[in-house]
T-cell receptor, first 115, second 114 residues
Framework: EAGVTQFPSHSVIEKGQTVTLRCDPISGHDNLYWYRRVMGKEIKFLLHFVKESKQDESGMPNNRFLAERTGGTYSTLKVQPAELEDSGVYFC?????????????FGPGTRLTVL | AQSVSQHNHHVILSEAASLELGCNYSYGGTVNLFWYVQYPGQHLQLLLKYFSGDPLVKGIKGFEAEFIKSKFSFNLRKPSVQWSDTAEYFCAVNPLGGNEKLTFGTGTRLTIIP
């Protein structure tokens, strides 16, 4: 069974540019989460999809971040325009059931560097 | 709002030493508790989790954790570490019966010296 995949693995962009991160969850997993880790700090929740619907987007930093999950399969997270403080590792995770006890399976992360 | 504290930022041990990594959480209700590990170059993966029952939970690779409700703690232990345990370890919580989003600690980097 394929795990959660993320693309790209690393992105370096200039301040003001746009970047789109992609996450492919495990097949059949309705729940998809985005998290972010800024260097040296904790991994922080950004948002949660159930199929194509946003269940919880309370962690999104501001309106420069836009997440989509068309058709309830893969998801994209777009940052436009990128700022220096957006640098960090963006993790995607998926789980099968809508239950707090269900295991979230993480992808390898996308390391975003904004110069 | 809930929070998780991992007081050890970097732990260095020799092989065969015993390990205990601290995790304390702050939350007014009942929580589910998780330990995740990220080996160098790999994904975050679940080591173990607790949501009810026996407060001593056994996970993969010989790890265990004990939930002590009175201390709001969920410390990770391993009696004898190996070089391959070198990794970063994350404690996480979410509310029992509540939102699924995980609240993580800052992580503990573990280095095992052969």
């Amino acid at each position: 069974e394929a795990g959660v995949t993320q693309f790209p693995s690393h992105s370096v962009i200039e301040k003001g540019q746009t970047v789109t991160l992609r996450c492919d969850p495990i097949s059949g997993h309705d729940n998809l989460y985005w998290y972010r880790r800024v260097m040296g700090k904790e991994i922080k929740f950004l948002l949660h999809f159930v199929k194509e619907s946003k269940q919880d987007e309370s962690g999104m930093p501001n309106n420069r971040f836009l997440a989509e999950r068309t058709g309830g399969t893969y998801s994209t997270l777009k940052v436009q325009p990128a700022e220096l403080e957006d640098s960090g590792v963006y993790f995607c995770a998926s789980s099968q059931r809508l239950a707090a006890t269900d295991t979230q399976y993480f992808g390898p992360g996308t390391r975003l560097t904004v110069l | 709002a809930q929070s998780v504290s991992q007081h050890n930022h970097h732990v260095i041990l020799s092989e065969a030493a015993s390990l205990e990594l601290g995790c304390n959480y702050s939350y007014g209700g009942t929580v589910n508790l998780f330990w995740y590990v990220q080996y160098p170059g790999q994904h975050l993966q679940l080591l173990l989790k607790y949501f009810s029952g026996d407060p001593l939970v056994k996970g993969i690779k010989g790890f265990e954790a004990e939930f002590i409700k009175s201390k709001f703690s969920f410390n990770l232990r391993k009696p004898s570490v190996q070089w391959s345990d070198t990794a970063e370890y994350f404690c996480a919580v979410n509310p029992l019966g509540g939102n699924e989003k995980l609240t993580f600690g800052t992580g503990t980097r573990l280095t095992i010296i052969p």
